[in-house]
């Protein structure tokens, strides 16, 4: 079946997904793939050990941070200026050539450096220079990413969310999970890092060629007059990109100069947990910074700003609910994850699920400021919570004992993920003239505190065994009383969501049909 006989099918059947509902249903499936597969290959490490895991975990924090920097804010950059120019082919491919180019610049000469210097270079990024091994495998991981962070904004600006989705699943879940399955027993990271980067650079570095031979002819001249646009754009966005994973890698490095690795891992873990359900808004962050710029390129402010409300209500609800059934569960979690050798770091990460509805918040309505303005408010907003980050390190490493260096670290993060929400909130409210719909909020917010503590009462009752049969079947009860109540109290963020997604009437946040077929 064809993209436009997708686009017109809902017209016959009134329950199928429209266009913009069905790539996020089909990005949400993508998540769900991508996060299973991250946790997948993470429980497979964790049988390697405390130090093995906290080395696997350090290199993807990392590399994740570095590609951030290395991309030039070309993830939102292309996929924005690509998505603008759907009805123009030769400039709409000239960003993506332009992209290529600036990243590759950046790359190549950071990559070679890297490896001249390991031993610095470990030092600084992870810790300690006997990690010098690492680095060879973390620079094919870089070149693999980063041209995977060009070609998939490039899909994801085209509106392609089916080849965007497909090379997510096979970039960050098939090929790791693959991977380290097969490789976990020989007891080596670089190892099983060099085989992960080397089959990601192979898939996306063939996808990015397959791009650039159907071109009709190489837009020299496009590419050329483009690219100082594009570098301004991106590059003022860099450190909305650089604060976030600042945020999650400094604390895991600058804790490896004062405490054994093996400690440093159940910071990592809460991390990646948090990450895990962070993920749950880049389905919606993925389509949207293109949907909401078709709307307000067309004057349809209103519409943007009714999104944006009911993805705030979605956001602090879901984070609420899941950040107590985490502090509950966390230990039957750990164990049932990573093994019983983990459970010395439940009290870390309880303390960074208490961070969750702030940084699902942050996650949500990010991709809604960049599209409202050419402005970088994301930037400002993520600079003034990493300086409060780093100020409050800079101190704990003063005052603090080491053998409490891992939990007062991560209370410095849960504080500036507080402040990073409340900041991009405030961006949202200003650009959008957005009024949060208070009132619903309360009322999802005493669901979730009503079934936290129905689901401690539980657990109290058991004698906080960890039996996961017990408390996973306890948690899936929480989790279908709390959608009824929601739906009980008619929660409107997820009404509008039950409407779009089944009713046969067009809602007010679906892009017009001139719209969808222009992005398409």
Known sequence: MSTRSLLAFPAYVATSLRPVYRDVAITVVTAVLVAAGGLTAVSLVGRMGPDALAEFLMLRRVAAWLVSALLLGMGVGVARFVAQCANRPDIRDAYFIAALGCVAAL???????????????????????????????????????????????????????????????????????????????????????????????????????????????????????????????????????????????????????????????????????????????????????????????????????????????????????????????????????????????????????SAMPFFLVYSSLRSLVDAASAKSHNALNATIALAMFCVFVGLEVKAVSSKWLIEAFASSLLLALVLLAVLTTHSVRVLFQLRPNWADIRRSGLGAGLLGALSLFVRWTEGFSTNPSASLFTLAISSALFMGYLFYIRSPWLMFLNKTLFSAKKPKCQPSNAASQAAY
């Not at 995977?148 to 997510?168: D, E, I, K, S």
């Not at 604060?243 to 890698?249: E, K, R, T, V, W």
């Not at 873990?269 to 389905?283: D, E, K, M, R």
């Open 107 to 353: 790359t190549i000469p950071v990559v070679l450096a890297m490896n001249v210097a390991a031993p610095a270079f470990a030092r600084v990024l992870l810790g300690n220079q006997r990690e010098s091994q690492l680095i060879s495998p973390l620079s094919i991981v870089l070149i693999a990413y980063v041209c995977h962070g060009v070609v998939f904004a490039y899909y994801r600006g085209r509106l392609l969310m089916t080849h965007a989705n497909a090379l997510q699943f096979v970039t960050f879940a098939m090929i790791p999970v693959m991977t380290v399955a097969l490789l976990h027993g020989g007891q080596s990271i670089a190892r099983i890092y060099v085989a992960i980067g080397l089959l990601s650079l192979v898939t996306n570095g063939v996808l990015a060629a397959s791009i650039l031979v159907r071109l009709p002819r190489f837009p020299v001249c496009e590419t050329r007059a483009i690219r100082p646009s594009l570098l301004r754009y991106g590059i003022a966005r860099l450190p909305a990109d650089l604060g976030p994973g600042a945020l999650l890698a400094l604390g895991p490095v600058i804790a490896a100069q004062f405490v054994p690795i093996s400690q440093v891992g159940y910071f990592l873990l809460g991390i990646s947990i948090l990450n895990v359900f962070g993920t749950a808004a880049n389905p919606l962050n993925m389509v949207l910074l293109s949907k909401v710029s078709l709307m307000l390129a067309q004057g349809r402010k209103a519409e943007a700003r009714e999104c944006a409300g009911y993805l705030l209500s979605a956001a602090v609800s879901i984070g609420l609910f899941g950040s107590l059934q985490l502090l509950i569960y966390a230990d039957v979690f750990v164990k049932m994850w990573v093994g019983p050798r983990f459970l010395a770091g439940v009290p870390v990460i309880r303390i960074l699920g």
